[in-house]
């Protein structure tokens, strides 16, 4: 079946530097949707980001991602970490039709002053 | 705007025992979800349902029983609570495949 891979674990940068978290995909289809979901502590995860298009990058509130088929990756990235950046970063696959989004195992990201 | 509101925030029950939780949206979205979270598991799919009536198991099934009755609410159902199992589910929702996921606040389960 489908699944994600991301950054294992725990990520802490200092404010100010750039942001990388990776995301890797595998599935059987060709035409997967790729997701970013952000969940604040005490919060419920919403969406980030998304993209379906091949090479083109998508942003959003600072945060851009690429879709690239050929390295099935979808990573993260941010230009200056900031202290409200901290939070729990979830990486999604929808593939088929049926409906199912499939997510990773999550990677935390810790921002310092 | 809609919202998805989950029922009981807490829960709390014995080993072994049946526990129900609900679930009720109100965007009229066709598409529900049960998520389970644990900390470094991210989030698994339990069931989900494209439509009233509809029933999709996902990767975590086994345990769990869901029912959809009314395109609004969504229910899951822990058919017997063991200890290893204490998590938050998380209820979601969306217009259809591929589109934008709505989550509820969690109910936090544990297990005496």
């Known amino acids: 079946g489908d699944s994600v891979t991301q950054t294992e674990g725990l990520v802490t940068l200092t404010e100010g530097l750039p942001v990388m978290l990776n995301c890797t995909y595998q599935?059987?289809?060709?035409?997967?949707?790729l997701f970013w979901y952000v969940q604040h502590l005490n919060e419920s995860p919403r969406l980030l980001l998304k993209?379906?298009?091949?090479?083109k990058r998508t942003e959003h509130q600072g945060f851009h991602a690429t879709l690239h088929k050929s390295s099935s990756s979808f990573h993260l990235q941010k230009s200056s970490a900031q202290l409200s950046d901290s939070a729990l970063y979830y990486c999604?696959?929808?593939?088929?039709?049926?409906?199912?989004?499939?997510f990773g195992q999550g990677t935390v990201l810790s921002v310092i002053p | 705007g809609g919202i998805i509101t989950q029922t009981p925030k807490f829960l709390i029950g014995q080993e072994g025992q049946k526990l129900t939780l609900k679930c009720q949206q109100n965007?009229?979205?066709?598409?529900m979800y049960w998520y389970r979270q644990d900390s470094g598991k991210g989030l698994r799919l339990i069931y989900y349902?494209?439509?009233?009536?509809?029933?999709q198991k996902g990767d975590l099934s086994e345990g769990y029983d869901a029912s959809r009755e009314k395109k609004s609410s969504f229910s899951l159902t822990v058919t017997s609570a063991q200890k290893n199992e204490m998590a938050v589910f998380l209820c979601?929702?969306?217009?259809?495949?591929?589109?934008?996921?709505?989550f509820g606040s969690g109910t936090r389960l544990t297990v005496l």
């Open positions: 965007f009229n979205h066709d598409t």
């Open positions: 979601a929702s969306s217009i259809g495949g591929r589109k934008t996921l709505y």
């Open positions: 993209s379906f298009t091949d090479n």
């Open positions: 349902s494209i439509t009233e009536n509809d029933l």
């Open positions: 999604a696959l929808s593939t088929g039709g049926n409906n199912k989004l499939t």
């Open positions: 599935t059987i289809y060709s035409n997967p949707f």
